[in-house]
């Protein structure tokens, strides 16, 4: 059974960071590419960035291109999204999902969140 | 990268058939079969539907069916259920490398 677990949300100062982490399980991690999607209170899917099964290929969003990086560990099967110079725009619950394949842009498995609000 | 295009609403009543359109440009849908529908359940997170324009992942009913002609994605439900009732988000693959999503569509039945 995949199973998606995001973790490290939680309340920032804009201009501050914040690291949110995504353990999974049940399946060949290194197989698969792994996303970040966020959608802000009310609204609607944004995706931010994608890194292939290997980690060879990474893209990100123009909205979070330069303050965003995406990192992949494939001996603990876990993804991580380094969050820099937030704004109250990043605000979102921010999910992990994983590809239907190596990289091939179809968000197949998502996990159920993790809350970022950014505000002083 | 702009958003796609979906309408914001959509209604239908049981047992009809409804479609979602998803409108994009010749950088995204109009080039590219990467395109999927996910269903999205008030604070559940979305699923995927419908992948490459017109293929289900196992276990989606095939009352869900996809479907391109140029710039424009479709998103059909027949035999429409009160289950059905949610949003659906169309995405596509882009020109520059990334993913797109469109607004949202909210079903009721």
């Known amino acids: 059974q995949v199973q998606v677990v995001e973790s490290g949300g939680g309340v920032v100062q804009p201009g501050g960071s914040l690291r949110l982490s995504c353990v999974t399980s049940g399946f060949p991690f290194s197989d698969y590419g792994m996303h970040w999607v966020r959608q802000a209170p009310g609204k609607g899917l944004e995706w931010l960035t994608v890194i292939w099964n290997d980690g060879s290929n990474i893209n990100y969003a123009v909205s979070v291109k330069g303050r965003f990086a995406i990192s992949r560990d494939n001996s603990r099967s876990t993804v991580s999204l380094q969050m820099n110079s937030l704004t109250v725009d990043d605000t979102a619950l921010y999910y992990c999902?994983?590809?239907?394949?190596?990289?091939?842009?179809?968000?197949?498995?998502w996990g159920q969140g993790t809350l970022v609000s950014v505000s002083s | 990268q702009s958003a796609l295009t979906q309408p914001a609403s959509v209604s239908g009543s049981p047992g009809q058939a409804i479609t979602i359109s998803c409108t994009g440009s010749s950088n995204d849908i109009g080039y590219y079969n990467h395109v999927s529908w996910f269903q999205q359940y008030p604070n559940r997170a979305p699923k995927l539907l419908i992948f490459d324009v017109r293929d289900r992942p196992s276990g989606i009913s095939n009352r869900f069916s996809g479907s391109k002609s140029g710039n424009t994605a479709s998103l059909t439900i027949s035999g429409l259920q009160p289950e059905d009732e949610a949003h659906y988000y169309c995405?596509?693959?882009?020109?520059?490398?990334?993913?797109?999503f469109g607004g949202g569509t909210k079903l009721t039945v």
């Open positions: 999902v994983r590809d239907k394949g190596a990289g091939s842009f179809s968000p197949r498995h």
């Open positions: 995405s596509s693959f882009t020109h520059i490398g990334t993913l797109v």
